[in-house]
């Protein structure tokens, strides 16, 4: 790093709470209107294609997991009023306005996070850039159920896929990649939940344990599949694939808040608060929300105190090329999907431009909404996917909308529950009690 701590503190003030691990709220002054953005590496038709990608594999979804069959294959969550929840962030504290969803990615089939938009989703383009590339396929019109039987999966089981991960991305393609037939390499995070290690062996992935963080994790990991034939890495720190994977999932949430008679315009702003690891979910749901709702989504990430790795890559401006460890942080945080040093180069440097701000969240936090989110609307969510249960309030109690003229009472805010219906039933009670006693 050529500048020095304390050089970066007197260029970026707000460093120094960071680095005291004091929850800030931070607004992204490289925010541009829809008029005057760049030009990105992707576009809206890029985000439609992938959502083609989905259909085509809708028949394979059927068969290969026949709790999609009531979806028809599709990979979909709800989106829920939390009013409940709502009202008792009102009594407790600093009121809210408006109206506030939970976008419910935590109970997303198969994998159970959020990550079931883009792991899958970079493992099915894959399979089908394979199909056709070796003549299994003719093309995209036959119907995909044949990624399904045992011809394909014994193609698949000639190629290896690899994947770093602090826990739900490396679930997402350990699950979906072994039912197509590859073989699975998992590198894990010291992050990584064992539950979540056990689970991937069960479904017969590898899982290669290292005591260091995410970025030793996924430097391994490259290096390792550079020396496996027939092996396909990915890249959670710069994949447009992934990325692509999950813009879908605003294409998806428009029709909802349609269907549900939701308006956004601009009287009736969009919010949405969006935990943050690498910058890769987030980045692309905000993509893609941006693509739809221009000025008038306004959508906020968050981070724990001991990993803002996109919110130092901001403010510094060193993007991709500074960790939380080069400003003196641990890296160390309850929130194994949040626990990330390093943020993604490519979802980084597209997300500099359309993201409102970043806000982080203490871990006890986390445990404490959980309780509560629990004993008001009877919602289960792992301790990373609380952490936009704060983002109303946190951005109320500022000049945000003031400052960009948004009528509060007709907002509408979404907070993006990221994973936990696989958390199995002893870490769900471990996790309330927690949060209970944080009360």
């Known amino acids: 790093m050529k500048e020095t701590i304390k050089e970066l503190i007197t260029k970026h003030p707000i460093l120094q709470d960071i680095i005291n691990m004091d929850p800030v709220v931070w607004f992204n002054p490289d925010l541009k209107f829809k008029s005057d953005l760049p030009a990105f590496s992707l576009n809206f038709e890029d985000c439609l294609k992938a959502e083609e990608l989905w259909k085509r594999f809708a028949p394979f979804f059927k068969i290969a997991f026949p709790e999609t069959t009531s979806t028809n294959g599709f990979i979909e969550s709800p989106l829920l009023s939390i009013s409940q929840f709502q009202e008792h962030l009102n009594r407790s504290s600093f009121p809210t306005y408006g109206k506030m969803f939970l976008k419910c990615d935590h109970t997303l089939p198969i994998a159970g996070s959020i990550k079931a938009r883009g792991g899958f989703y970079e493992v099915l383009e894959y399979a089908e850039k394979l199909a056709l590339k070796h003549n299994l396929l003719r093309n995209k019109g036959v119907p995909y159920s044949i990624f399904s039987s045992d011809s394909f999966k014994a193609f698949f089981n000639q190629h290896t896929l690899g994947v770093a991960s602090t826990g739900n991305l490396g679930l997402s393609i350990g699950i979906l990649g072994t039912q197509l037939g590859f073989k699975v390499k998992v590198y894990v995070s010291r992050d990584a939940k064992q539950w979540k290690k056990d689970l991937l062996r069960e479904k017969g992935a590898e899982v290669i344990e290292f005591k260091g963080d995410f970025s030793v994790a996924i430097q391994a990991g490259r290096n390792a599949t550079l020396n496996i034939p027939n092996a396909y890495f990915i890249d959670d720190e710069d994949s447009k694939a992934l990325f692509l994977g999950y813009t879908v999932g605003a294409i998806r949430i428009a029709k909802q808040l349609k269907l549900k008679n939701i308006i956004v315009g ?4 969009l919010f949405v608060y969006l935990p943050c690891g690498v910058g890769g979910s987030p980045g692309g749901i905000t993509f893609g929300l941006k693509q739809i709702f221009g000025d008038h989504v306004h959508c906020f990430f968050v981070e724990p105190t001991h990993s803002p790795s996109v919110l130092i890559g901001l403010i510094t401006g060193k993007m991709s090329n500074i960790s939380v460890q080069e400003i003196g942080l641990d890296n160390n945080t309850e929130a194994d999907g949040l626990a990330v040093g390093r943020a993604s180069k490519f979802a980084t440097e597209i997300s500099k431009h359309l993201i409102s701000g970043i806000y982080t969240i203490k871990d006890n936090d986390l445990f404490k909404y959980l309780s509560i989110l629990q004993d008001t609307e009877q ?39 990221t994973g936990g219906d696989l958390v199995p039933e002893k870490q769900r009670e471990e996790f309330y009690k927690k949060g209970k006693r944080l009360k």
Not at 382 to 403: D, H, M, R, V, W
Not at 404 to 409: G, M, N, Q, S, V
């Open 379 to 417: 919602i289960f969510l792992e301790p990373s996917a609380t952490a936009g249960l704060l983002g109303p309030q946190k951005i109320f109690k500022t000049s945000y909308l003031s400052n960009h003229t948004l009528h509060k009472d007709n907002s509408t805010h979404i907070v993006w529950a």
């Open 266 to 269: 601009e009287a009736h702003p």
